[in-house]
């Protein structure tokens, strides 16, 4: 089994986890080859599988929102002028590219 290593750290304004629609606020995230981790200023943490997402899209005002798509749910992360790169970032995790 391949080792899991850190591709990309960012700082996000805030993530919308459904269901439910809970809303962490000022988050760090790492994204490594096997998941895409999201840790609140409190110290909570959601994780997602890459193997889980089926899309990733912008959109929004400015580009602001990463639609994060999974196959029963989407994961909306306010990344302000960095939301292409962060696209990019995940759909080459996603790919393996």
Not at 74 to 84: R, T, Y
Request: hydrophobic share 40%; net charge positive; with cysteine.
């Amino acid at each position: 089994m391949a080792e899991e290593i850190t591709l990309h750290e960012f700082e996000v304004g805030s993530v919308t986890v459904p269901p439910g629609g809970k809303v962490m606020y000022l988050c760090d995230c790492k994204l490594t080859s096997k998941r895409l981790l999201i840790t609140d200023r409190k110290g909570d943490i959601y994780q997602v599988r890459l193997d889980e997402i089926v899309g990733v899209r912008v959109q929004g005002y400015l580009m602001k929102c990463v639609i994060v798509q999974l196959r029963d749910w989407g994961l909306n992360m306010d990344c302000k002028k960095q939301s292409p790169q962060v696209a990019a970032w995940i759909r080459e995790a996603v790919t393996g590219a």
